[in-house]
């Protein structure tokens, strides 16, 4: 949905609020006292009434707007805006594009939907083909700020560990659109503690699903891989040939290091 589009089917407050209710009603309301399915909608005050116990619900409770003051339509500008463009948007900026005169809802609100966003990858198991690697993003930490000396290479302080897991099936005779030989599906990246081979086996028992192909480079962290139910494929990898065999993983690393630049840039 484009800009145009999105204003066209969402021009007010209350067209967002019978959008929303369409939603809740899809899923279903539970009664938070009695534990009744069954309710009538009173337009009038946008809220659901329990027809067992007569106790009120509104059109937020139980979502991720709960408790939220602001606007429906401030929800669903933002969902667009971090839904429909290549790059997020920070707080601020989001605040700047609503016009909104406080920042402090704004940030809740974005991280609601952050947060909700993660919990939704969680539903789903990674299939078919993965690439899989680690990503080494700059951070933070107390040690950096207490100047304690910095380790080089993977084990710096400043260097948060990420594992990300990529659908990427092998397109035969052609290439995809930016022409690379494999199609994308699904990713997942998990921040990890360490790149223990324990660590790594119970992150893809926990993600992948059964009889998933993974290509990975030879790293040591991977040999535990044998003892899942999984088709391991390790190819020793030439740093020049990296995103030729492992394509779709890098450019999620890399969008996601430009994504995280560009909402920093921005404060």
Not at 11 to 29: A, M, N, T, Y
Not at 50 to 78: D, E, M, V
Not at 214 to 243: A, M
Request: hydrophobic share 35%; aromatic share 8%; charged share 30%.
């Amino acid at each position: 949905m484009n800009l145009l589009n999105f204003i066209a089917q969402f021009p007010d407050e209350d067209s967002c609020k019978l959008k929303f209710k369409e939603f809740r009603d899809q899923v279903g309301i539970t009664c938070s006292k009695c534990n009744s399915r069954e309710h009538n909608w009173i337009q009038n005050s946008w809220q659901y009434e329990c027809k067992k116990c007569g106790k009120r619900i509104s059109l937020q409770n139980g979502t991720a707007l709960h408790g939220s003051h602001l606007p429906f339509r401030y929800w669903f500008i933002a969902i667009h805006l971090l839904t429909s463009t290549k790059k997020s948007f920070s707080a601020l900026e989001l605040q700047r594009q609503l016009g909104h005169n406080r920042y402090e809802p704004v940030w809740q609100m974005l991280h609601k939907l952050r947060d909700v966003m993660g919990r939704r990858d969680l539903e789903y198991q990674l299939t078919d083909v993965i690439e899989l690697d680690e990503g080494f993003f700059s951070t933070i930490t107390d040690e950096v700020e207490k100047g304690k000396p910095l380790k080089r290479g993977k084990g710096s302080q400043k260097k948060s560990k990420v594992l990300v897991m990529v659908e990427s099936v092998p397109v035969e005779g052609k290439t995809t659109k930016k022409g690379k030989p494999r199609k994308v599906g699904h990713l997942r990246m998990l921040v990890i503690n360490d790149l223990k081979s324990d660590t790594i086996k119970q992150i893809v028992e926990d993600n992948v699903a059964l009889k998933t192909i993974i290509d990975t480079d030879n790293s040591n962290s991977y040999v535990k891989f044998k003892e899942l139910d999984v088709d391991h494929r390790p190819n020793i990898i030439p740093k020049d040939k990296v995103n030729e065999m492992l394509p779709w993983v890098h450019i999620a690393i890399s969008n996601a290091k430009r994504l995280l630049l560009d909402i920093t840039s921005r404060y």
